[in-house]
């Protein structure tokens, strides 16, 4: 039996992190689409693990304009000088970089939500641990998710379709996924083996730790996503 305190907090954090991603996608439905389709959904559903943070950093460096822009508007957010946003001044290179690392973090956590699930119909083995066996597709699930988020993103900057850009996108996603995975499992690795022990989807407390766990996995892909861009294998949002 878990405390009551984590149970009420579970549950606070995680009806938090559904109304910022409802919140999210529904600020997206009003306002112009981002110039890389894909941004729709990597917003909201980081926005789910986020919070609040998530809602700041979709405010800060992905909000575009409202469909209809009021004549004469000065500022910076009426201009739409956000992400996917060409004509306005360039970003710092952190935000870019919290974009890249978000847009990364969109395919685990869509990947993390689907493969508890999938795992509770196809349960298996590895190193002798059903934890580990469930990490292992879950990592494989976010790989495939995940290149096709990149290849979302790399096909309009390229101006090009085709198996190249899927190659391309693998590569490029492989290491920032893989150091997102790293931070997630590190997470969990203390969740399950020192501090709770195994929890099930169907507890609230799962999800609490599962945000916990997202947020663990942008800090250890932020820096990651900073090399492959400074180093040109990733090309800056």
């Known amino acids: 039996m878990q405390a009551?305190?984590?149970?009420?907090?579970?549950?606070?954090m995680v009806a938090l992190g559904l109304a910022s991603g409802a919140f999210v996608a529904w600020d997206l439905s009003r306002r112009q689409p981002p110039k890389m389709a894909v941004m729709r959904y990597v917003w909201p559903i980081n926005a789910l693990w986020g919070g609040v943070f998530g809602i700041w950093a979709y405010w800060q460096i992905g909000r575009m304009p409202a469909r209809a822009v009021q004549p004469g508007a000065s500022s910076a957010r009426d201009r739409g000088e956000r992400?996917?946003?060409s004509d306005g001044p360039k970003r710092p290179f952190w935000q870019?970089?919290?974009a890249a690392a978000f847009h990364c973090g969109a395919g685990c956590s869509l990947a993390d939500l689907i493969g508890p699930f999938l795992f509770l119909l196809v349960p298996f083995v590895v190193?002798?641990?059903e934890v580990f066996g469930e990490w292992t597709l879950d990592y494989f699930l976010a790989l495939g998710i995940g290149v096709g988020?990149?290849?979302?993103?790399?096909a309009p900057m390229m101006g090009q379709h085709g198996p190249h850009v899927w190659w391309r996108a693998l590569k490029v996603d492989f290491l920032s996924l893989t150091a997102w995975q790293v931070g997630m499992y590190g997470w969990m690795a203390l969740v399950i083996f020192v501090w709770i022990g195994k929890l099930h989807p169907n507890q609230i407390e799962?999800?609490?730790?599962?945000q916990i766990a997202?947020?663990?996995g942008f800090l250890t892909a932020y820096p990651m996503n900073w090399w492959l861009v400074k180093a040109g294998i990733k090309e800056a949002m």
């Open 83 to 85: 992400l996917g946003d």
């Open 96 to 98: 870019k970089i919290v």
């Open 206 to 210: 799962f999800w609490f730790m599962m």
């Open 214 to 216: 997202m947020a663990c």
């Open 4 to 12: 009551t305190w984590l149970h009420v907090l579970s549950w606070v």
């Open 127 to 129: 190193l002798g641990n």
């Open 149 to 154: 988020f990149q290849y979302g993103a790399l």
